[in-house]
Antibody, heavy 116, light 110 residues
Framework: QVLLVESGGGLVKPGGSLRLSCAAS????????MSWIRQAPGRGLEWVSH????????KYADSVKGRFTISRDNAKNSLNLQMESLTGEDTAVYYC?????????WGPGTLVTVSS | QSVLTQPPSASGAPGQRVSISCSGT????????VSWYQQVPGAAPKLIIY???YRPSGVPDRVSGSKSGTSASLAISGLQSDDEADYYC???????????FGGGTKLTVL
């Protein structure tokens, strides 16, 4: 079965960095767009970034452009999100999802807390 | 302020039918497919409608979606207690070049 598991979340100080990873299994990872979507505490969903099959198409939300970098390793079935210059506005649960505008499988999420 | 507009809440009694609207513009719903997600508290969202009206495997046929112009709608008939959740619409936005979500609708089964 399709399984997505995020890791790498935690507490980080403002201005700090964090790298999230998503381990995928149960499907041909290299066939799919992959996305990162986040949800701040008590708030709605916010799409963060997506990447196509061969990393040739990459998009970011304006709120993270220039600070976050999405990447994938098809040989290792993994998706990554490098986050720099973090602020309190980045505090959220970060979900890895298969697909882009219609994401059909999601991981359980990893919590990122930016606080001093 | 979300790009797609949803009512913050909706409710219905068990067995009833409820509808949730999602309003957008020509650059998103007007020209792209709409998806709907269900999120139970403490869990990840689950895709329940894609490409405006199609249900993924395992989603019951009492859940339906539709789109007309720059608006979309999710309908759930035969309401059950486990339909209580937050519901989000989403679509690609050509002008913003990103996926936009509605603010979410909290569905309460009375």
């Amino acid at each position: 079965q399709v399984l997505l598991v995020e890791s790498g979340g935690g507490l980080v100080k403002p201005g700090g960095s964090l790298r999230l990873s998503c381990a995928a299994s149960g499907f041909t990872f290299s066939d799919y767009f992959m996305s990162w979507i986040r949800q701040a505490p008590g708030r709605g969903l916010e799409w963060v970034s997506h990447i196509n099959y061969n990393s040739g198409i990459i998009k970011y939300a304006d709120s993270v452009k220039g600070r976050f970098t999405i990447s994938r390793d098809n040989a290792k079935n993994s998706l990554n999100l490098q986050m720099e210059s973090l602020t309190g506005e980045d505090t959220a649960v970060y979900y890895c999802a298969r697909g882009n505008d219609a994401a059909d499988f999601w991981g359980p999420g990893t919590l990122v807390t930016v606080s001093s | 302020q979300s790009v797609l507009t949803q009512p913050p809440s909706a409710s219905g009694a068990p067995g009833q039918r409820v509808s949730i609207s999602c309003s957008g513009t020509n650059s998103n719903i007007g020209s792209n497919a709409v998806s709907w997600y269900q999120q139970v508290p403490g869990a990840a969202p689950k895709l329940i409608i894609y490409t405006n009206k199609y249900r993924p495997s395992g989603v019951p046929d009492r859940v339906s979606g539709s789109k007309s112009g720059t608006s979309a709608s999710l309908a759930i008939s035969g309401l059950q207690s486990d339909d209580e959740a937050d519901y989000y619409c989403a679509a690609w936005d050509d002008r913003l070049s990103l996926v936009v979500f509605g603010g979410g609708t909290k569905l309460t089964v009375l």
